[in-house]
């Protein structure tokens, strides 16, 4: 079964510093991987995603992750912070001919000014 | 992109009712909704995946007598907490996707409802 890792529940940045949050996945076949973004008391926002194709993906508010198929991870990155970005972070991985989602336990994101 | 709605967006109940939770997909015709149970400050556990017309499939460990999972049609599922306890309190989030089973196709989320039972 696939399975997410996500280190550091609480990550702190600086506004205007990288943002850099860190994925591992465990998966018996080439996956499907994603970050979402949650606000509070909201549903999931997909981020960006990772199919077929080129490993450097670009998502939605500036945000950008690369997938490594040797190193297993799918780190998520924004070269600078904005105070909107301050939110849970959840990446998730799905096998091929499999639809079921798992999740990592997220990271909230607090931006400092 | 496709919209999800959930009714209600927040709910509280005492003890030993039951609840019903609302999942519709707005402008596409879901083939499959999934089911998330979401504790405070912790990940997305998928509860329970349903195709329409069929029985829904529940994850191990998650109880399917208390939790009633109906797929009516393409646009609207629901789940029941059924003798709701405290315990059972937390953010429900429906998801929906169109598409064949082994083809990329992507979920999308509702904004979740929030129950308390007292």
């Known amino acids: 079964a696939q399975s997410v890792t996500q280190l550091g529940s609480h990550v702190s940045v600086s506004e205007g510093a990288l943002v850099l949050l860190r994925c591992n996945y465990s998966s018996s076949v080439p996956p499907y991987l994603f970050w979402y973004v949650q606000y509070p008391n909201q549903g999931l926002q997909l981020l960006l995603k990772?199919?077929?194709?080129?490993?450097l993906v670009k998502g939605i508010n500036g945000f950008e992750a690369e997938f490594k198929k040797s190193e297993t991870s799918f780190h998520l990155t924004k070269p600078s912070a904005h105070m909107s970005d301050a939110a849970e972070y959840f990446c998730a991985v799905s096998e091929r001919g499999n639809n079921r989602l798992a999740f990592g336990k997220g990271n909230q994101v607090v931006v400092i000014p | 992109g496709a919209v999800v709605s959930q009714h209600p967006s927040w709910v509280i109940c005492k003890s030993g009712t039951s609840v019903k939770i609302e999942c519709r997909s707005l402008?596409?015709?879901?083939?499959?909704m999934f089911w998330y149970r979401q504790f405070p400050k912790q990940s997305l556990m998928l509860m329970a995946t349903?195709?329409?017309?069929?029985?829904?499939?529940?994850e191990q460990g998650v109880e399917k007598d208390k939790f009633l999972i109906n797929h009516a049609s393409l646009t609207l599922s629901t789940l029941t907490v059924t003798s709701a306890h405290p315990e059972d309190s937390s953010f429900y989030i429906c998801?929906?996707?169109?598409?064949?089973?082994?083809?990329?196709?992507?979920?999308?989320f509702g904004p979740g409802t929030r129950l308390t039972v007292l």
């Open positions: 349903s195709n329409e017309g069929s029985k829904a499939t529940y």
């Open positions: 402008d596409f015709q879901a083939t499959t």
């Open positions: 998801s929906a996707r169109v598409g064949l089973a082994g083809l990329y196709n992507e979920q999308f």
């Open positions: 990772y199919t077929t194709g080129a490993t």
